[in-house]
């Protein structure tokens, strides 16, 4: 057993960041233990996305730390990103696989060819390994029969589907997802997060940004309420979803999903 086995995988520390003028996030802590699943929930324009942005390397942050596996991210002073290569900054974000609101697919690849660009380019592996990778993680997420369909010939669902399939394959330490759902028909969120689901179960360790709160309360161990740049509350779903809540913006907040 390693020394820090018991360690968060994820650390977030007292991250602030600013564009501009503008604080996006104000010391913002919180940790991923290994197989947890973390929703962050909150207003529109509260950090969400920028949190998760800085996690994945997308961002720089101003101050205080980020720790996947216990290795800082060290992507703090705004020189770090150049003095990084292209390579070994996608290899870190390999690390914490990323899954967009707005699918993100290349529309000139194949489901199948999406999913191998990265086992190829940053993982590495020959054609025939890629491709066996793909048809496994296609398979596990329903769509074995579209490894040879271009993204326009799938449903957003689908298109989807192929992303977290394209997440998952590069093997993450922790799986990011940013409002999957928030760009499908409502008949199609429920085949999303059924995927979202079965991986959790499977002890794929995630954070999510979500506006699902059903989906939040069933899929989650813990749940983060961000506000104006903050974590204004956090704990297990009951407690941050049940119906004595002290905390009167997380009340407001709840208070349009109900
Ligand atoms: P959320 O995901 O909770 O909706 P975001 O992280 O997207 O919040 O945005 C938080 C704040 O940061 C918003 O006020 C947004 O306008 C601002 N913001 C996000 N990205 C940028 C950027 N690249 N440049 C300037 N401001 C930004």
Request: neutral net charge; contains cysteine; aromatic residues 4%.
């Given at each position: ?14 991250v602030?960041?600013?564009f ?7 010391a ?29 390397f ?62 190829r ?15 496994h993680?296609l ?8 490894a040879?369909?271009?993204p ?12 977290i399939?394209?997440a998952v394959?590069m093997?993450?330490k ?8 928030s ?8 085949e ?17 940004v ?21 974590v ?7 407690e ?8 009167e ?10």
């Amino acid at each position: 057993m390693s020394a820090n086995a018991n360690a968060p995988l994820l650390d977030v520390r007292d991250v602030s960041k600013a564009f501009g003028t503008v604080e996006v996030l104000r010391a913002v802590s919180l940790e991923v233990k290994r197989g947890e699943v973390v929703s962050v929930i909150g207003p529109s324009g509260s950090g969400k996305t920028t949190l998760l942005r800085c996690v994945n390397f997308l961002e720089s942050y101003d101050s205080g730390s980020i720790r996947i596996d216990g290795k800082e991210v060290g992507y703090r002073e705004a020189g770090a990103r150049q003095r990084r290569s292209e390579r070994d900054l996608a290899a870190m974000r390999a690390e914490t696989g990323m899954v967009f609101q707005s699918f993100n697919l290349f529309p000139h690849l194949t489901a199948a060819g999406n999913i191998m660009l990265g086992l190829r380019k940053v993982r590495g592996k020959s054609e025939a390994e890629a491709r066996k990778i793909a048809e496994h993680w296609l398979g596990r997420v329903g769509l074995a029969h579209k490894a040879d369909s271009l993204p326009a010939e799938l449903s957003g669902g689908q298109q989807q589907r192929v992303g977290i399939a394209r997440a998952v394959a590069m093997e993450p330490k922790i799986l990011l997802l940013d409002e999957i759902t928030s760009a499908l028909d409502p008949e199609l969120v429920g085949e999303v997060l059924e995927v979202v689901r079965s991986l959790a179960e499977d002890g794929m360790t995630m954070l999510m940004v979500t506006h699902e709160m059903a989906f939040a309360r069933d899929a989650s161990s813990r749940i983060v309420f961000m506000a104006d740049g903050s974590v204004s509350a956090a704990g297990p779903p009951a407690e941050i979803l049940g119906t004595e809540i002290d905390n009167e913006r997380l009340r407001n907040f709840l208070a349009r999903f109900r």
